[in-house]
C-alpha cells in the first residue's frame, strides 16, 4: 500500500509511512519465548505464502533494563527487525516506545494475558502497530488447530483431557492460584527437602518437623483477584485466619472481596465468628503476624522493592514467603541476608528481577536449608505456564493472525 502525502511536519504520518513502505513483500512472524516449544502447531494450518514463521525458544535480555548493555540492546533489535508480526509471551520480552521505534516493519504486536505494563500502548499507536490479547477465554469461533492437545486429531488426544474455557479473570481458575499454594505446601510440609534428602548420598529419613497451616494466620499482600482467590483456599482448606494489605485496602473493600469469592463477609475462618473474613491490616502489623506471606501485588515504581529488610525483619522466625506475583516487589539483598542468616523458616520464588534466571544466580545452589540458612524453593516462572491456557493463548494469538491476514477486525485489540 503506498504512502500519500500529508502536510509536513506530520510526524506521526511520517513514522506510519515508513512503516507501510517497510512491509511490501510478504509478512513474516516471530514467536518469542517459546521456551517449550509448544507454538508452532498451532499455526501451522497458514501456509508459508502466507506468512513464514520462526519461533525462538531462547530469551534475549530485557531491553530496558537497567543491567542490559548497548550490545545486548543491539541484539533484541538486529532479532526483531525483520519480522511484520511479533507473537509475545507475557511480559517475558517487554517493549518500550525505544524498542518499538528500531522496528519499522512491525505491524502487529500480540500479548498474551492480562498483564500489559512492560508494553508501550501509547508509542505502539502513535507508530501504527496493532496490539492485540489472548485473555484466555478461547477462541471466538470454538475451532482448535489440528496439532491441539485438545484436538480430536492430535496424536496425544487419548492422554490430554479436554480443557474446559475458563476466563482466567476469576481468580480460581488461574493456575498462579494452585501454583502459589504447591509453593506454600512444599515449604511447610519440607517436601523437597525430604525429597533431596532422601535422594542424596547419605539416604536421609525426615528433614525437620513439618509446619501445620491448621489455624495459622496467612497474610496477602495485594487482594486482587489472584490474591483474594489464594486466600480463599486457605480460608476454605486449613480454616487460616486471613489477614492483607495494600496500599488502598479498606476493610469495606476486603468485605467486598470475600463476598466475590463466595465467602460471608465476616465469620469466614471459623477462628471468630465476628471477626472479618478478609481482615484488612496495615503493612507491618502483616509481616509481624503472619505465619505465611504470599505476594500478589502488581508491579509498578511504587511497588517495587516493598519488600525489604525491615519487612523481612518483622517476620517471625517461623514465617514463609512466597512470590509468585513479580521479582522486584522483594529487594533481592535484603532477602538473601535475611535467608542466609536463617531469620525465617523459608521462602519459595516463581519470579525474578531478571528472567530466565542467570546460571550464576545465587539462587541458583543447594546450600539453602543447611548450616542455619533458611530452607529455599525456586521454580522457573511456572505460576501461569499449564497446557491449558498456555495452548489457549496460542490458539486465541492464531485467530487473531488469521483475522489480520483476512483483513477483518483484531479481537481483544488493546490500542
Known amino acids: 500500500m503506498a504512502c500519500r502525502a500529508r502536510p509536513v511536519g506530520t510526524r506521526h504520518w511520517a513514522s506510519i509511512c515508513a512503516r507501510s513502505l517497510a512491509t511490501q513483500s510478504p509478512p513474516s512472524m516471530a514467536i518469542l519465548d517459546d521456551y517449550l516449544d509448544i ?19 531462547d530469551s534475549l535480555p530485557a531491553f530496558n533494563h537497567p543491567r542490559t548493555s548497548a550490545a545486548d540492546r543491539q541484539a533484541v533489535i538486529d532479532r526483531l527487525k525483520p519480522f511484520t508480526v511479533i507473537s509475545s509471551m507475557r511480559e517475558r520480552t517487554p517493549f518500550p516506545a525505544a524498542l ?28 501504527g502497530v496493532s496490539v492485540a490479547a489472548a485473555p484466555g477465554r478461547g477462541r471466538t469461533d470454538e475451532k482448535l488447530s489440528p496439532s491441539s492437545p485438545s484436538s480430536p486429531s492430535s496424536p496425544s488426544s487419548p492422554s490430554s483431557p479436554a480443557r474446559p474455557r475458563l476466563d482466567i479473570r476469576r481468580g480460581g481458575s488461574h493456575p498462579t492460584t494452585q501454583h502459589a499454594w504447591a509453593l506454600v505446601l512444599a515449604l511447610a510440609r519440607n517436601v523437597a527437602l525430604d525429597d533431596a534428602a532422601m535422594k542424596g548420598p547419605a539416604r536421609r529419613w525426615q528433614s525437620r518437623l513439618a509446619l501445620g497451616l491448621a489455624g495459622a494466620t496467612l497474610g496477602v499482600v495485594g487482594l486482587g483477584r489472584l490474591g483474594a482467590a489464594v486466600a480463599r483456599v486457605g480460608s476454605l482448606a486449613w480454616g487460616m485466619r486471613v489477614v492483607c494489605w495494600s496500599e488502598n485496602l479498606t476493610q469495606e473493600r476486603a468485605d467486598r472481596k470475600a463476598e466475590e469469592m463466595g465467602l460471608p463477609a465476616r465469620g469466614g475462618n471459623g477462628l471468630d465468628p465476628e ?4 481482615l484488612a491490616v496495615g503493612k507491618e502489623e502483616l509481616f509481624a503476624v503472619a505465619d505465611v506471606v504470599s505476594l500478589h501485588y502488581v508491579l509498578s515504581e511504587r511497588s517495587r522493592g516493598i519488600v525489604g529488610a525491615k519487612e523481612l525483619g518483622l517476620m517471625k522466625s517461623s514465617a514463609l514467603l512466597v512470590n509468585t506475583s513479580r521479582g522486584p516487589l522483594i529487594d533481592d539483598a535484603a532477602l538473601y541476608d535475611a535467608l542466609e542468616k536463617g531469620r525465617i523458616r523459608g521462602a519459595a520464588l516463581d519470579v525474578f528481577d531478571i528472567e530466565p534466571l542467570p546460571a550464576d544466580s545465587p539462587w541458583r545452589s543447594t546450600v539453602w536449608g ?5 530452607n529455599l524453593i525456586i521454580t522457573p516462572h511456572m505460576g501461569y505456564v499449564e497446557d491449558g491456557i498456555m495452548h489457549t493463548w496460542y490458539e486465541e494469538t492464531a485467530e487473531n493472525v488469521e483475522r489480520w491476514l483476512r483483513g477483518e477486525p483484531l479481537l481483544h485489540r488493546l490500542n
Do not use: M, V, Y
Request: net charge positive.
Open 39 to 57: 507454538a508452532k502447531p498451532h499455526f501451522s494450518h497458514i501456509p508459508p505464502s502466507q506468512l513464514s514463521i520462526t519461533a525462538f525458544r
Open 100 to 127: 518499538l521505534r528500531a522496528l519499522p516493519n512491525l505491524r502487529l504486536l500480540l500479548a498474551t494475558g492480562t498483564q500489559f505494563e512492560t508494553f508501550d500502548l501509547a508509542a505502539a499507536k502513535e507508530l
Open 275 to 278: 471477626a472479618p473474613t478478609f
Open 370 to 374: 543447611t548450616q542455619g540458612r533458611s
